[in-house]
């Protein structure tokens, strides 16, 4: 075992350099704890056996689990609040995950799996549990197949976004896989916690193709037609004969995800990035029901970003830089730098994909639509065709037409993350979000706009905000970027958090994902006939993993073991 920190995470020097500095020595050094109920005695044979299972240099501790907290922790200036793990390991196939789950059944120890730890804004790679052994499964990364026949990848969970790009463009795959807007991310980690992209497949989970799962036992399953040896329709239907389990696995701690098949966006003969700006905060009504519709419809084949003045110009530069004054930009200035850079107030951005005629007649039908229902705003569609009756490349595509749409990489929104640092050069950035599930009714979205508004205000932030368009709902994101080491910030984004949660439990909108400190509170959104979702995922979790070691809480799904550290028990049907 070792106290060093992790080495050469990612091949690619940008995303090393972005990672190690996200991941910084944190401020106040990390204590030695132990996982619950496991003695010093106990706990120092189970490293041990870690090490001798996978390799000493795979096992770590002491100061080398830096990288497995939270690097944007509300409370980083005291390690009593955090959550921290005792202990971190870096197994390289299913056989070490399997003597892993062995060695943690043997002595009673939980261990908090993940794929990559960038779930960033929830939590990272830090445990539900103190004391849980960090999981970290980013050595498991081959690429196993991309098929540009039927358009689909089959992964092991520590690909990233980045990785798969590459593979297709240096191996000239037809096909274009989607992206979230930072591509260091896994794949099978974004995918399986219902993480979302650009691209024609944008919906991550909707676009798995088969699972294979290592459960605490050690069995492993696989799911659809994967689960027939030798299936030639192995990764081409999501359906086999009997019950559908993928959903099991998804935002879930019954198993560990060890490959994953996920449907891709086939090249193609032309692309067109289409956008819509209009100029007023109010214009988001129209837009929202005018976009809506056709998401619904099959007109706009695509997710629909909608992106706001205020997060674009978040991107341009740090606060400091806009605003001298106290707290947050005000409305006026923030509508002053946006005529300056030339902004509108909301820019929604989607593609169409497919040959050239059929594009441009679904974008005239499109352009109509918008002329009648959105008056007040200004459509654009900018076609590239491939060359000679060729398929589109990608790298044909200028970045600033191309970017998240079309299968390449990115490290967007990453500047982000430091908008809130001062002037002076001190602080460390973080951010995080609140995400719940809306109708796509342009009404219901200016309500909940106006409200959580309302909340920005009160904590002194400016309200970067924008949200992805299915075909029915919306994902509203309710980003905020903060300083880590200003503890005003600190607890007024915890407040802020809370006062969207009422807010969005007022309207009966639940949430897309969770930091990891507020699972429990989020999981109370199934409320529905005394938490019986909650009752009957919980039976399963006690079936499939009866020593409770796979990441007990995640999720608000409790082992019995475990479930007197459930947070919020009395409001909980499953006690």
């Known amino acids: 075992m070792t106290s060093a920190q992790p080495q050469n995470t990612y091949p690619d020097q940008e995303y090393e350099d972005a990672h190690l500095m996200t991941f910084s020595t944190p401020k106040v050094a990390i204590p030695s704890i132990l996982p619950p109920d496991v003695s010093q005695e106990t706990f120092s044979q189970a490293i041990s056996e870690f090490a001798h299972a996978i390799g000493k ?11 497995y907290v939270d690097p944007y922790d509300l409370s980083e200036d005291d390690a009593t ?16 995950v399997r003597a892993v789950l062995a060695i943690a059944t043997k002595h009673s120890i939980p261990l908090w799996t993940f794929s990559r730890g960038k779930n960033l804004g929830y939590g990272g790679p830090a445990p539900r549990i103190n004391g849980s052994v960090a999981l970290d499964l980013h050595k498991m990364n081959r690429i196993i197949e991309v098929n540009d026949e039927f358009s689909y990848a089959v992964v092991e969970p520590g690909v ?21 807007s930072l591509s260091w991310g896994s794949v099978t980690g974004n995918t399986v916690d219902r993480g979302t992209g650009f691209g024609g497949n944008f919906c991550h989970f909707q676009n798995i193709s088969g ?29 086999t004969y009997g019950p559908s389990i993928e959903g099991l696995f998804l935002q879930s701690n019954l198993g560990v995800v060890t490959k994953l098949s996920i449907w891709l966006t086939p090249q193609p003969q032309a692309y067109m990035e289409c956008t819509l700006t209009v100029p007023l905060f109010e214009d988001v009504e129209p837009l929202v029901d005018s976009l809506g519709r056709m998401r619904q419809t099959g007109l706009i084949p695509t997710c629909v970003w909608v992106l706001s003045r205020n997060e674009i110009i978040s991107t341009l530069g740090k606060r400091h830089e806009f605003w001298s004054g106290e707290g947050a930009i005000p409305e006026w200035r923030l509508a002053e730098i946006g005529k300056q850079f030339g902004l509108s107030y909301w820019v929604a951005r989607w593609a169409i994909y497919g040959p050239k005629r059929t594009v441009q007649a679904q974008f005239d039908d499109i352009q109509e639509i918008l002329a009648r229902e959105v008056p007040t705003g200004t459509v654009k569609g900018t076609l590239f065709v491939g060359k000679d009756g060729e398929l589109l490349k990608n790298t044909d ?53 106006q409200a959580s508004y309302k909340r920005y205000e009160e904590a002194g932030f400016e309200p970067a905000t924008d949200f992805f368009m299915h075909e029915r709902h919306i994902l509203m994101v309710n980003m905020f970027a903060y300083n880590q080491r200003d503890h005003q910030q600190t ?3 915890e407040k802020m958090f809370l006062g969207f949660h009422e807010d969005s439990a007022a309207r009966g909108f639940g949430m897309y994902r969770s930091h990891v400190n507020f699972m429990d509170l989020i999981a109370q959104h199934s ?3 005394n938490y019986a979702y909650t009752r009957f995922v919980e039976k399963i979790k006690d079936a499939v993993d009866p020593s409770g070691i796979l990441s ?12 007197h550290l459930r947070e919020t028990p009395a409001k909980n049907g499953s006690e």
């Not at 609040?81 to 299913?94: D, E, G, I, Y």
């Not at 908008?419 to 979205?445: E, F, Q, R």
């Open 552 to 563: 007990p809480g995640k999720s608000g799904i409790w082992p019995q073991k475990y479930r």
């Open 397 to 449: 595509i200028p970045a600033d037409n191309g970017r998240l749409m079309t299968g390449v990489s990115s490290m967007f929104s990453l500047p982000f993350i430091d908008w809130a640092l001062p002037a002076d050069g001190t602080g460390k950035g973080a951010h995080g979000d609140y995400a719940p599930i809306i109708p796509n009714s342009g009404k219901l979205v200016l309500e909940w706009l």
């Open 527 to 529: 409320n529905f006939n």
């Open 160 to 180: 990233t976004w980045k990785d798969l790009i590459d593979y297709c463009n240096n191996n000239g795959k037809k096909v274009w896989p989607s992206t979230p």
């Open 491 to 493: 607890t007024n984004v």
């Open 81 to 96: 609040k955090r959550k921290l793990p005792s202990a971190a390991v870096c197994p390289s196939n299913v056989d070490q």
């Open 57 to 67: 240099d795979n096992v770590f501790i002491g100061e080398g689990l830096s990288h």
């Open 211 to 239: 699972l294979e799962v290592l459960l605490g036992d050690g069995d492993v399953v696989r799911t659809g037609q994967f689960g027939i040896d030798g299936s030639p329709s192995a990764f081409l239907s999501k359906f």
